[in-house]
């Protein structure tokens, strides 16, 4: 593992980043536990230091082992902190009641998701009664060039920061899934003239999604989404959900608090 940047002319500090390293790497796998030999390889460390750093991270709980103590996921304690960035978040608590009502009038599936770096992670959901997953969305990544939320929020930063927030490979999702720089700025170029963004079974097959940026602070790293399978769509329908998620995106900027500071 690289040595650690200097932020703000303080150099960072190599064993704090080598734990937040690993605990993006579990959370990233998901509900998929890790061996030793995987982390190791994956973080370039020494197994020695990742083990070290596995039975401190279980002892206080931000790790979890199964009973034969080989396999390695994300603990109780990280479930705790997410949680508490959800009751402090300040558009949480604007946005929720407002998609959970267009959601019900709709009977479609809606999302409020926020811009991490080259994710999207969804902060809420309300799911459609036509169609419940057997998980929780919230929480959860998906790249930002292939869903509607980022898209329409990876638009806001053609002339600006695109860079930062597109991998520098496109790993396809789907067939559907841009695979070519250009052509994903092509379709960002059509997003911003649009004023919303569209994921053609991109993510999903057999899913279409309308995403729409919240404004509320500068850039855009919040939007909302509506998510419907393609075999419910119609062009009369299309325009319905189109005007619901652009009155229900003016409700919540009008609400929101503006906050020009935040990244």
Known sequence: MSEPEAVGGVRGVKSAARTVELLELLAARQNR????????????????????????????????????GTLYSVGIRALLAGTTY????????????????????????IHYGRLDRTDIVYLATHESSQYLRPFSRVGRRLPAFSTALGKALLAERLDTDLADHVP???????????????ALVKDLRATAERGYAIDNEENFVGVVCYGFSLRFTTPPIDAISCSIPIDRL???????????????RLSIERMAPIDHTMP
């Open 33 to 68: 536990p890790a061996r030793l030999r995987e982390l190791s390889e994956a973080l370039g460390a020494p197994r020695s230091s990742v083990y070290a750093l596995l039975r401190t991270l279980t002892e206080h709980g931000w790790v979890r082992t199964d009973p034969s």
């Open 234 to 248: 119609n062009p009369a329908r299309t325009e319905e959900l189109i005007e619901a998620m652009r009155l229900t």
């Open 168 to 182: 520098d490979t496109l790993k396809p999702l789907t067939p559907n899934t841009h695979a070519d720089h250009d």
């Open 86 to 109: 959800l009751d402090a978040d300040p558009y949480l608590r604007i946005v929720q009641p407002l998609i959970n009502d267009l959601s019900a009038r709709l009977d479609e599936t």
